[in-house]
């Protein structure tokens, strides 16, 4: 269990964890019973778990963010989903693994999904790329918009990522106007559309499959225009107060939610997803399923004219 604790503020839940992993030791080389000491450093393991997640920074919860043992877009469709059955290619130029889609089933309601994949582990990491899209996924994720489109089909984004690709290739080929093209896309499409944030959001690599009629985000997750050390770095001439930057620009999904900016917030239980990722992924899929429900009776002017109050609305502070 302690290997899910590698962050500063998870030391003392690793000590108590560590102590809980000891006794069970001791108990089994020498037969004696420590069941009641055990039971106490579980409910002590509790307590301070409670403690420790409900009660972090900007700049830990960024860090929460972006953990390690963090579950990604992957785990996410293989908890989450009945059917899942992937689609590759932007029939333009190549297919694009830091950016998956396909069609889903979650509890008999069919959706198409276009999630942010980081990868798990150095070669798998290598090969989506970091979870930093290039323009041959972003187009992807528009001709599956299109199709989600023709079948009526309502669409489901998981938002992931440190930002869009910024190398040569990838300018070459169009980033930013493959950025704006789904921008335009998604604001006029005709049927309904979820983003979830399941870790970092940042900048339009993340705003480029995230304009949609709900915004769902996971508690410890953050979403901006730049990261906090890319913030810091340009303010302060410092990448070390990204603190500091955090604190500033407003970036959990908490702060979101007061602005206005996220529609709901989805509690990841037992303090964060990297514990319990099959209750974090069952409360998504329920909150999902829920803000269809809301959505799914809308017409399309209906649909279309709420969501362009929804983003005319954002910064408005005239209230």
Not at 26 to 52: A, F, H, P, R, Y
Not at 224 to 239: H, M, Q, W
Not at 247 to 255: E, I, L, N, W
Not at 258 to 279: K, Y
Request: aromatic share 8%; net charge negative; hydrophobic share 40%.
């Amino acid at each position: 269990m302690s290997a899910i604790y590698t962050l500063e503020f998870e030391k003392p839940l690793k000590e108590i964890d560590d102590k809980i992993q000891l006794l069970k030791s001791t108990s089994i080389n020498t037969g004696i019973n420590v069941d009641s000491q055990i039971e106490k450093l579980k409910d002590d393991l509790i307590v301070k778990t409670n403690e420790i997640y409900n009660n972090l920074n900007r700049w830990e919860t960024v860090q929460l963010a972006r953990h390690p043992k963090r579950p990604h877009a992957k785990n996410y469709i293989d908890m989450m989903t009945d059917y899942w059955f992937e689609l590759h290619g932007d029939r333009l130029y190549a297919d694009d693994p830091s950016i998956i889609c396909g069609i889903a089933i979650l509890d008999k309601v069919k959706f198409f999904i276009i999630a942010q994949e980081k990868g798990r582990g150095t070669k798998d990491k290598v090969f989506r790329n970091f979870g930093m899209p290039k323009p041959e996924g972003y187009r992807k994720a528009a001709r599956l918009m299109k199709l989600a489109e023709k079948f009526e089909l309502p669409i489901i984004t998981i938002i992931d990522t440190p930002g869009a690709y910024p190398g040569i290739g990838a300018e070459e080929r169009g980033q930013g106007e493959a950025i704006a093209n789904n921008l335009l896309i998604m604001s006029q499409l005709k049927v309904p559309t979820f983003s979830v944030v399941i870790g970092e959001g940042a900048s339009g690599g993340a705003l480029a499959i995230g304009l949609s009629d709900k915004i769902i985000c996971l508690k410890n997750t953050w979403y901006s225009v730049i990261s906090p050390e890319g913030c810091a770095s340009i303010l302060f001439r410092d990448s070390k107060m990204a603190s500091e930057a955090a604190d500033a620009m407003k970036v959990t999904s908490k702060d979101l939610f007061d602005l206005g900016i996220v529609d709901v917030i989805v509690n990841e239980p037992n303090g964060a997803a990297h514990i319990d990722p099959q209750s974090s992924s069952d409360e998504l899929k329920k909150s999902i399923l829920s803000e269809y429900a809301k959505l799914k009776d809308y017409s399309i002017d209906q649909l279309i004219k709420s969501r362009l109050e929804k983003y005319d609305n954002i910064g408005d502070w005239r209230n």
